[in-house]
Every structure is written in structure tokens, then in C-alpha cells.
């Protein structure tokens, strides 16, 4: 049924081909970012538009009007006439003059969902990061109801992101367009983008476009990073906790001349002071020390375009038994030590701007090296990738535009681990080369149907195919709906995507010959723009179905025990649906309300060989949540109040005999705050995290007797700290 309605799309669009004139182009402010929501409409007329997230705009022209207003709340309207449609425009917006010390200024958004986008899209602007305590990519979530973090485990501190109801290693994360934080990286990658180095966040759920490559199952989390053309001049973050965590962030970026600039990121972070709140003998978080740093170079002509960069980390993280409050003659200790060297270049050069055609070269590259001791048990992993991307754009009209390409992936693991007395060899190679093509079709923003496939040979697991089409169709400017269905494929690196379960006493089962996974995804979202009040009421609903058809199943049920990864023998899904509203009810103050529930299954094989259908463990039934920000005129001051409500779940099947856990977990609520006060040139914040100190009572298991056959540290379904409180100061010189 969906490659026949595959084939009716590509029909229609074949077919489809009227189209009126109309204009576009780009709407920036003073330093050249892009205005999101900006008022396009033709003078004397109720025809308009506004721009989305990249500041961008399409508009049918309009017979015996010539002149195009730009109107934009704290900025100098700007009426320009439009006498040649085909060359796209930039129009630049200037700030309103202060006269008498009277300011004009409007709150900018914090998360943007792009109206125009084929795609559904969520941009976490820098504004919405710094609503909390983000020192890291893993807790630049925590006002957003469609992503969660949580940890995988109590003693490593390993967390991952779950979106659409499973796991982060079914998430494509790239940084600026290309994949990264693959295999090895995967398990404490969320912490290795620092916050305050981020510029935005973009999050796409469902299957995405076939340019980035075959593995996003789930959706796409793509991190984009301050730009040495437009970043400030300097800049600095410093945060400390109550709980004895310290950081330190620092960026700077030099005009060398008019075509090259280039930027520095600096990142140092301790957090080294033992905890043990619940008295278990563990620590509740794990001691942990990092040192980041990025350069980067952007070089820029009239058709030419090229960055560089260069990047380095080192960590250090030791979990375990909490000797500084116990004495322990052979403390239980987990030890990791990663380093991490990345290089990577863009090359884009503008072949015809009319026709908005170019050809652009993307050239990555990464070594990971992780030195682990669990407890007696050595585990070291080392990764090197190699990425590469040619792609070619070419607009035919403002209706049709193509986009192909060829790339190639190679990952090369090796991978040891010492247990009971062997050595264990998991050393492996893959290289993927590819290509691809894509068509858009576009009606006068009314219908945009966007095709694409692309054809894959892996050295593992042979050729295959990845089929994926978006819609997206307008029957009103207040009512958008936006389809999605596609496939996706990723190899499970089985140890060094789960060596986290190294910390528990359960032994691990990995069959031979496992497949490649391989699933459907499909999904529809309904987006509503509501004048309410004077004001824009904005909802949105969603669902999302992911349909495996292999799949590595990570099987804790079957034994209490252990833990077996074979290859999927029945089905496995997940449902997905979420319902969220914005309203803006009086000048400064946003309220997001959400409601997500989720219904995930999955067959497993009992230890006789029978197959249950289960829910996916540790993962709750529902969240809600509500967050609310107001920020007083003049932006003096800001308030944040976040209120995550988690539903109950299931936990993994206890030991029939002695059951060491309850079969199932309770709803908890987790509530965040903060206070912001802004300066010309600096503000500093203070914050509460957990702020009612809610904390998963047990979440290590037999924590007395860790070298013992109970001993389990994965059965995380909460918060494993308490309350942290917090305070930061931030200082910019801004480029103007």
C-alpha cells in the first residue's frame, strides 16, 4: 500500500506543474541573522507571508503592485518595490533609535517550529538554551516535551536520548549537516557539546530527507555551533553548583579581513565532589573532568564558500562505590577515559544564483578512544571514521528543484574486552559508499511534495534501498498538515552502543550473524495558527509509527540475570502521539503546554524459547509538560518554571524466585526554575534543578554486594540525584 501511494505522489507531482510568478528571498537584521516571524506582505493589500526559521520567504506577486513592506516589532519598517522577481532579495531590517530613553524591543522566540519547512521542524534557538541549566547538549532538553534525556545507568552517568518512544541510537545526530557521536561516541556524546558553545538546535522527528544518509529511523537532533562570521567578539559562560560542579566557557572570533574569520571554543568542567545522598554506599553521580576545544575557519568569495575545522576532548569519569563517606577495603570503582580528535571541511561553490545551483563537498573525520576498567573487567574501544559527501542543487522553477549526491562512510572498530580470563575480540570494519537524488515540488506554498531515494552498498550486509517522501499542504494560512513515511537502516554496534551494562553483574549473551536493522517510519502532524485576543494561540498534533522490520533486540526480560541481543523473531513497533499548545498571554509571557503518549512493544523470547510481546522497558507510559517563561519589558529580568510530569512504566521481568524489584515504577514529577537579571553587556542566573528533590529510591541494585550475582546498575527509570541548586554569570561583547 505505501509504494503505491509512493507511485500515485510521484504521478501527481509529474503532472502538477502550473505555477505563478512569485518572489523570495531573505530577511536579517543589523549583524545579518535571520528574522524569524517577520510581517512580508504587498503594499495596500492583505496578501503575506512571514519568514521562517532561516529568515527565508516565498510570495505570488501581485498584479499592479510593486511594493513589498517588511514589518518586524522593534525594527524600522522597510518598504521596498520589487521591479524583477527572479533575483532573490535581502532585506535588512535596522533596530528602532531609542529617543529619551524610551525603547521599543519584543521577545524574541525561544523554540521556532518552522511553518514553511516540508519537514517537521523544531528550532531551539540560543535564548531557549540558556532558560536553564544547560551545560551540556544532554540538558539542552529540558523545556522541550518531544525530547527526553535519562540515564542508561547509575554508575557510569551514560544517558541517551529517547525520542518518539525508543532509544538514541535510533536518533541520526549530526553537528552542521553531518553525522556524528556514532558507535563508540554514542554513549556519552550528549555530553561533549558544550551549551554555551551551541547556536541553535534543530530537532526533526520521523523519517528525514536521504541527504544525510540512511540511519535516521526515529528522526535527526542537529547541532549547529556559533560561526566565526557572526558570533560576538568575545564571549564567557561560568556556572557552579551547590553539588561542587564548576564550569568555564569561552569564545572568541577575529574579522581577519573581509573573506576570512575564524573562532575560538574553550571548555573546561569539574565535577569531582562525592555524593552519596541516599546512603547506598554509591555515588549518585559519577565523578567526572573535561577539557574542550574547538578552531574553526570560514573563508568566503563571491561563489565560493569554505569552513574548517579542528577539534579535541579529553574526559575523564570514574563511577562506582563512594569512598570518601564509606570505608571499603576493595572499592567497586569504574574507570573511562576518552579522547576524542575530529576534523572536518565544507566546500560550496554557487554555480548560478539565479537558479540557485551549486555543488558542495563535505569531508569529515574522527578518532575515538575509550580506556575502560569496570571494576576487574578491561573494555577499551577505539573508532575512526571517515565521512564524505559531494551534493549538486539546482532550482529548474520556482515549482521544481533537484538535489543529488554521492558519499561514503567507513568506520573501523577496534574493540576488546577482557572477561573471565579472555580476551574477546570485536574488531570489525564498514564502509558504506552511496548515492542519492531528490525532488521537490513546490505550488505556491500551498503543496510541497518532496521525494527522494537512495541506493546504498554496505561491506557487512550488501546493497540496499532507502525510499522516503514528505508532504506538506496549506489549505489555509492557519491550518498546515505535514506527512511523512520512510524507511531507515542502521548497524547495531552492539558493545560499544551498551558497554554501560558492563557495570552490573548480568551476563552478556551476543548472538552471531546479527542483522542489519531496518524500519518504517511513518507519521502525520496537524499544526493549527489561531488569532485569539489580538494574540496567536498555536497547536499542534502529532503521531508517529515506527514498524521494524530487523532489528538487534536488547532482551533483559528473558533473565534476570542477563542480558541477550539477538536478532528480531515477531514484531516490534512504536506509537507515538503528542498533542502541544503555545500561547503568549500578555507581553513577555509564553506558556507551552504538552501532552505525549506513548505505546512501544516489542517480541521477546522467554528463557524456553517462547516470545511475549512486551512493553519496552524503562520507558514511561505518558509525559506532560508545561513550561512557562516571562521576561519583563526592557528585558531586566527573566523568569523560568518548567514542570516535567512522567508517567508510570514496566520495568524488566525480576527474578521469579527472589524478586529484587517491583515489576513496574510510579509517575514522578520533576520541577526546574530559574531567575535571570540582564545587564548591557552581561546577566548572571540562578536556578534550581529538581526543585522538589524527587529521587528513584533504589536505583542501583544490591548495591551492598556489588561483586555478587544481584548486583544490577541499569535499572534507572528517574532522577538519581536530588535538588541542585546553581548560579552562572554570562559576559558578551556582541558584534555590531
Known sequence: MLKQLCLIIFLFVSIASVRADEVKGHVLDDSNQPVIGANVYWEGTQQGTTTDVDGAFKLDTRKNVHNLVVSYIGYTTVVMPV??????????????????????????????????????TQRITYDEICRAACCNLAESFETNPSVDVSYSDAATGARQIKLLGLAGTYVQMLTENYPNFRGAASLYGLDYVPGAWME?????????????????????????????????????????SDAGRYEGNADASWHINDKVSTGLLVHYSNDKRQHDGNDDGFLDTPLKEQVNLMNRW?????????????RYLHESRTGGQATKHHDFADPYRVHLNTNRAELYTKQAYIIDAEKVESVAMILS????????????????????NLYASLLYEKEFSPAHSLSTGLSLNYDGFDENLLSGGQRNVF????????????????????????????????SLYDFFVTPRVHIKYNPFDWFHVRASAGKGFRTANVLAENNFLL??????????????????????????????????????????????????????????????????????????FQVEA??????????????????????????????????????SDYKALATASYQTPLKKWQFDLTGQFNGGGRMPVPDATNPLWKPDFNAFTVVNAQITKYFRTWSVYIGAENLFDYKQSHPIIDAGNPRGDNFDGSMVWGP?????????LRFNISRD
Open 427 to 458: 574488531d570489525r570494519t564498514e564502509v558504506v559508499p552511496g548515492a542519492y537524488i531528490q525532488y521537490t515540488y513546490n505550488l505556491n506554498g500551498k503543496l510541497i511534495v518532496l521525494g527522494g531515494v537512495r541506493a546504498d552498498y554496505s
Open 365 to 384: 573525520g574522527s578518532y575515538h578512544e575509550q580506556k575502560s576498567m569496570y571494576d576487574r573487567t578491561p573494555y577499551n574501544v577505539y573508532q575512526k
Open 503 to 576: 557495570s552490573s553483574s548480568r551476563k552478556m549473551h551476543i548472538a552471531d550473524n546479527l542483522d542489519q536493522e531496518e524500519a518504517w517510519n511513518t507519521g502525520v502532524n496537524l499544526s493549527f495558527y489561531i488569532p485569539l485576543f489580538g494574540k496567536e494561540l498555536t497547536l499542534n498534533g502529532e503521531w508517529y509509527y515506527t514498524d521494524f522490520q530487523k532489528q538487534v533486540v536488547v532482551d533483559m526480560d528473558s533473565d534476570a540475570h542477563a542480558v541477550s541481543f539477538y536478532n528480531l523473531d515477531g514484531r516490534s513497533y512504536s506509537n507515538s
Open 83 to 120: 521591479t524583477d522577481t527572479k533575483e532573490p532579495l535581502v532585506i535588512n531590517l535596522k533596530g528602532e533609535v531609542a529617543l529619551d530613553e524610551v525603547v521599543v524591543s519584543e521577545r524574541k522566540m525561544g523554540t521556532i517550529a518552522s511553518r514553511t519547512s516540508v519537514l517537521q
Open 720 to 728: 538519581v540525584h536530588g535538588r541542585k541548586i546553581y548560579a552562572g
Open 298 to 310: 570560514y573563508h568566503k568569495l563571491d561563489k565560493y564558500v569554505a569552513q574548517y575545522g579542528v
Open 200 to 240: 541553535s538546535i534543530q530537532v526533526s522527528k520521523g523519517t528525514s530527507s536521504v541527504k544525510n544518509g540512511y540511519e535516521a529511523l526515529a528522526g535527526q537532533i542537529n547541532v549547529e555551533f556559533k560561526k566565526p562570521p557572526t558570533a560576538d567578539i568575545f564571549s564567557v559562560n561560568l556556572f557552579g
Open 582 to 619: 503555545t500561547y503568549p498571554f500578555f507581553r513577555g509571557f509564553t506558556l507551552t503546554a504538552a501532552y505525549r503518549y506513548t505505546d512501544a512493544k516489542t517480541d521477546y523470547r522467554n528463557a524456553e524459547g517462547v516470545t511475549q510481546r512486551l512493553k519496552k522497558p524503562l520507558v
